[in-house]
């Protein structure tokens, strides 16, 4: 057994409460007077009861000796006595790893969602720690947050755990259980110990729904899993595109997936709502995922069974910037993914500059794009345009500008596309051309790549490039990367190694302007480039991943207008880039400033495995299987109310001893 | 304060009809002042022959007995026993104790005292009724003859009951005031903080035949008291703080039955009566049985 509260508090209320009931023995009582013949023998009788008094009267008071014993219980009480946990291991030292993640905001049928069950668990945990007990909280979800470092401050623990606030975000452990052994470590290292055992039990509230717990390795403590949840009741949108036509910029589609994550048959209409009016409704019927006995053993939802998965799209004519959302009439467990937003920037032609010392190939490929401005320059002239010529508002005034065989250092912050040549810029060397190479691999994931095929493409001679990260080889061949993505602060080069000419620029270096997957080839380029950038389709992100937006110069701070409400701000990095992280709320973000036309961010959950909320009864870390349980196990048993109940008996027979004795 | 307690509580007609067989009984013969209807330890005038003794010169010659002179030639005084009247002196305790109890022990104090009373005064016995209170007195000395009867009731019906009586003053007075022997009957409560020895020895060392009637109420005997409380002396305001529980009661008890016990002990070692009575014990089951049965009354 083992007492919760501190030493001191059963003993300072067993002081203070034993002097005064003692005391209260010596103390006159009222006493109602009454007329007798004579004193005389009364007082030879209270005389003969004192005779050793005041012990022999103490020592023969029952009632005393009873009150005494309620006062102890009383004591003993507050002292709040606890047996053993089932799961005796818990040791002295406990992390609370708290799961804030989109899927603990899973309301169960009780109406409670999982955060506030994992958070009345863990307040009862804290209750129920002894004085000598430390803990700390850690709230996780994408990025894990230090909510409360080692304390025995009860109230502290309390406050820090209601204080965790849900979020749309995935849940990762790695990082919480890095960040606790850190702490435990610290701990271990001021007191001197040595040990290899276990020093900390990390206790963690989840679903179970945890994208890395396969990599997680816990050195230096005990993971205790303590399971929340039990609804299976989830549809969720898992995908979500919205673009403008290319050759009808004013007509924008939108496109969505939803899945249907539950255990039965489910019937929904999905919504499209545009700048926040109602656009147009479609139904879904969606099979379930698997039979409700099979759901819990499921660790990931995997592939969809048929019906399980339905698309949805919508096509309507948008001339302006609209703001796009796909909503679910059904309401489930999880709202997060029951909307998904996307932000369709209004049409805008692109204007692209060819530099060229004459490559008809590639002008007429280009020419053949339809855009707005298209400007052929010789490398001369590039390089002695007017610098108003070139810039516009700190930026190029080109949205994509190609460069055939020309590497400058003149770039200002834009988008280029280099052919067989390189940016003049730090981090990226040409070492000559390689000849006789073959290419080897790509990657057809890529958007760039999208639907080009190169098994038929035949290169002579390339540049040998040498690029240090984070530039991203998109065509490897047997002597060096053959298309180059780099990225550099307001930059974006993608990088050719090979031209369509010769050096003599007589003789064609590649078969590949005949073949049709070029021209696919420069679409996907233009549009991935100029995409990226803001200035075309607009980029939807994660829960989680920041929000980074070009601003003018002497532009310092930025607002951000969160989905829930909440007004932020954010500083502009020296690059003229206004960089915001706290995007744990999925919506719509605005990002605003003087002097800038606000910027529409969307930010989707669009994650399979938060909407994925069945039970997850198994957690597999890197060590193996751990035991999912309930707070009950790891929790002392308290035995306060068996002390409370023997007080109340003590308190029954104090008053039977008493009325006895005054029925005379 | 006086309380004017009808002649007819006291004594009722069928219970002097039944006190009118009753006479008072000494267990010693006392010189009375005139002749009465009781032998008297003197040899007397009465006709009742009692010895003879030698004739000696003086001797009143009507006594001689003439006939032993004609058989014996010897000259023989007849001696008679002497009827004289008996000293009956009843000690009332009026103290504001006495007024204590249901029912009240003044009032049956008062009502054996009547009874007593009575009963001397119809057998020609000398009686006398002293009662004392805040102070001693006062006093209806010498009393004799049925006729007085209606004056010893009135007496007894408006004695004071106040004040706080001194029991030891009072005997003392008593004593000194009254030198004839006799038979007295103390009627008290005895409750006397300065105790009773002092008192009692007074009147023994008169050679009374003593008769000490202990009166005690039944919520004296059997207090019913519970809780905490304060109880107040009626007499001296006397105070005493008790918390009554079962061990109060018996060690009271116990305290009781022992102080009873001593008066009964120091009376019967020099030759007094004592007797014990509770209020609750019918006053006439008192007087026709228990005196009796003490032989105070025949």
Known sequence: ?664 | MAIATKTTELLDPDFISRLERLDIVSRKVFLGRMKGERRSKRKGRSVEFADYRNYVVGDDLRFLDWNVYGRLERLFIKLFFEEEDLHVSVLLDMSRSMNFGEPAKALYARRVAAAIAYVGLVKYNRVTLCAFGERFGPELAGVRGRHRVARVLDYLANLPCEGEGSLTDACRQFAMRHPQRGVVVLLSDFLDKDGFEDALRYLIGRRYDLYAIQLLSPQEIRPELAGDLRLRDVEDGDVAEITVNRALLNRYKQNLNAYCGQLKTFCTRRDANYLFAGTDVPFDELVLTFLRRRGLLR
């Open chain 1, 1 to 664: 057994m083992t007492f919760l509260s501190p030493w001191y508090v059963p003993v300072l209320a067993a002081l203070a409460a034993a002097p005064p009931l003692l005391l209260l023995y010596f103390l006159k009582l009222k006493r109602r007077e009454v007329a007798i013949s004579s004193t005389l023998l009364w007082r030879q009788a209270v005389e003969d009861l004192r005779v050793n008094s005041p012990f022999q009267r103490l020592r023969n008071s029952l009632l005393l000796w009873l009150q005494m014993a309620i006062v102890a219980l009383a004591a003993l009480a507050l002292a709040e006595p606890a047996g053993t946990a089932v799961d005796a291991n818990v040791d002295k030292t406990m992390v609370l790893l708290i799961d804030c993640s989109a899927s603990m905001s899973s309301v169960e049928p009780d109406g409670r969602s999982r955060l506030d069950i994992a958070r009345e668990q863990a307040i009862q945990l804290i209750d129920a720690m002894t004085a000598d007990n430390r803990a700390m909280v850690i709230a996780l979800a994408d990025r894990s947050v230090v909510r409360a470092p080692f304390t025995s401050d009860k109230d502290a623990l309390r406050e820090a755990v209601r204080a965790i606030a849900p979020t749309d975000s995935p849940g990762t452990l790695a990082e919480a259980v890095r960040l606790a052994e850190a702490h435990v470590a610290v701990i271990e290292e001021e007191q001197g110990a040595s040990t290899d055992a276990p020093r900390a039990d990390f206790l963690l509230f989840t679903d179970g729904r945890l994208a890395d717990v396969g990599d997680v390795t816990v050195r230096h403590g005990r993971l205790h899993v303590v399971a929340v949840g039990a609804t299976d009741d989830n549809v969720g949108i898992v995908a979500i595109d919205a673009r403008r036509h290319y050759e009808r910029p004013e007509h924008v589609m939108v496109l969505g997936r939803v899945r249907n994550f539950s255990s039965a048959d489910v019937e929904t209409d999905v919504s499209l709502w545009v700048n926040g009016a109602l656009e147009s409704v479609q139904s879904l019927t969606l099979a379930p995922l698997a039979d409700r006995d099979q759901l819990p053993g499921m660790e990931t939802a995997g592939a969809p069974p048929e019906d399980n998965e339905a698309g949805v799209a919508f096509e309507f004519d948008a001339p302006a910037e609209a703001d796009i959302e796909l909503r679910l009439a059904r309401e489930d467990a999880l709202a997060a993914d029951n909307r998904a937003f996307a932000i369709v920037p209004p049409p805008r032609a692109l204007q692209v500059l060819l530099v060229t010392p004459g490559n008809r190939y590639l002008r007429d490929l280009v020419a053949a794009i339809p855009l707005g401005t298209f400007v052929v320059w010789t490398p001369a002239e590039y390089e002695q345009a007017d610098e108003s010529k070139l810039v516009e508002g700190g930026r190029s005034r080109y949205d994509v500008i190609i460069l055939d065989g020309h590497s400058t250092g003149r770039l200002a912050p834009g988008n280029y596309m280099f052919f067989g040549a390189v940016p003049l810029i730090d981090g990226l060397t040409s070492r000559g051309l390689v000849n006789d190479g073959v290419i080897l691999d790509w990657d057809e994931t890529h958007p760039i790549l999208r639907h080009v095929a190169l098994d038929a493409v035949n290169v002579l001679a390339w540049l040998d490039i040498e690029a240090s990260p984070p530039a991203v080889t998109i065509i490897e061949a047997s002597n060096g990367p053959v298309l180059t993505l780099v990225r550099r602060p307001r930059h974006q080069h993608l990088i050719c190694a090979f031209g369509f000419f010769d050096a003599t620029r007589e003789m064609l270096n590649t078969n590949w302007v005949f073949d049709e997957s070029l021209v696919v080839f420069m679409l996907n380029s233009l549009r991935y480039l100029t995409g990226t950038t803001g200035q075309g389709t607009q980029q939807s992100l994660t829960v989680g991943e920041p929000i980074t937006v070009p601003v003018p110069p002497r532009v310092a701070r930025v607002t951000v207008q969160r989905p829930d409400g909440r007004r932020d701000e954010a500083t502009v990095q020296s690059e003229g880039l206004a960089s915001y992280a706290q995007t744990d709320r999925a919506g719509i973000y605005r990002v605003s400033a003087g002097g800038m036309d606000p910027q529409s961010v969307a930010i989707n959950l669009l994650d399979e495995r938060e909407s994925f909320v069945a039970p997850y009864p198994r957690l597999h870390v890197a060590a193996g299987e751990v035991r999912v349980g309930t707070v009950a196990e790891v929790r002392p048993r308290p035995l306060w109310p068996f002390v409370l109940m023997a007080m109340a008996g003590l308190l029954l027979l104090e008053w039977f001893v008493y009325s006895r004795r005054m029925r005379v």
